[in-house]
């Protein structure tokens, strides 16, 4: 069986411009948060959330999803975006086991102010941080290293070096074409609210610099204000091991 790379992520954390970029390569079948899709949705959903009159698809389940991810790397390689707290209920050694795991982390001031804006209702479990230190945590102890971090801000700041420093690590070639496209439709990641979430991504053309921008947390509620004290500590401990841009000094060593 081909690898199954994994992304493991937070909400709005730039992971969707990522995963577009990862369609653009053409070396592997892509997947957008389908364990995501079952939570929110299937027939059985775990959404903390959930209402009668909330979506379910009859025959998706986080079970299915696995087989699905498995069946498409009997083909090829797979790349998947999702996010740990959709899979929590599976992380034992043997499901972990499957997948070539990296995280792209996000400071959670940017994460919580913009899920307030979108969603000013979220649930603290929809945030996802803690789940994915545990799960960073848990994958070093199962791997006797820390798997590869990526930071938001770096990868937006540098895009092109940042994503080749990834691929290097996660033992895939460079393209650097991947990083341009079209503006246009973006279908394939639409299971949610029609792509509500996507507009900048609709509008996009690739994954081009920008300049490091402060998110004001003072701006949400007290309630969105206690989650991200909570949840910055986790944060803060999977940044320590991000991938760092190459200084010129680093650079010459190569």
């Known amino acids: 069986m081909n690898k199954i790379h994994v992304l493991w992520a937070v909400p709005r954390s730039t992971s969707t411009a990522f995963e577009w970029m990862m369609r653009q390569r053409g070396d592997m079948t892509c997947f957008h948060e389908p364990f995501g899709e079952a939570w ?4 059985d959903p775990l959404w903390p959330r959930v209402s009668a009159n909330s979506v379910r698809t009859p025959g998706l389940t986080l079970q299915t999803v696995m087989s699905n991810l498995q069946q498409a790397a009997q083909q090829r390689p797979v790349f998947s975006k999702d996010f740990p707290h959709y899979i929590t209920s599976l992380w034992d050694p043997e499901f972990l086991s499957q997948f070539e795991h990296s995280f792209l982390i996000r400071d959670p001031a940017k994460t919580i102010a913009s899920m307030y804006k979108h969603w000013p209702d979220f649930h603290p479990d929809e945030v996802g941080f803690v789940e994915q ?19 938001s801000d770096d990868l937006l700041e540098n895009p092109q070096a940042m994503i080749e420093r990834w691929c290097q690590a996660i033992g895939i070639p460079f ?13 394939e990641v639409s299971w949610w609210d029609g792509g509500s979430f996507h507009e900048n991504l609709r509008n996009s053309d690739g994954l081009k610099p920008q300049a490091r921008r402060h998110a004001d947390i003072s701006k949400v509620s007290e309630r969105a204000k206690k ?15 991000r991938l760092r841009p190459y200084t010129n000094t680093m650079q010459e060593g190569l």
């Open 227 to 241: 989650i991200y004290q909570d949840v910055l500590p986790h944060y803060q401990h999977l940044y320590q091991h």
């Open 133 to 151: 230190r545990t799960l960073f945590d848990k994958l070093t102890d199962l791997l006797g290293a820390p798997p590869t971090v990526l930071d």
């Open 40 to 43: 929110y949705q299937g027939e």
């Open 175 to 187: 393209i650097e074409q991947a990083l341009r496209w079209e503006p246009g439709a973006r279908d």
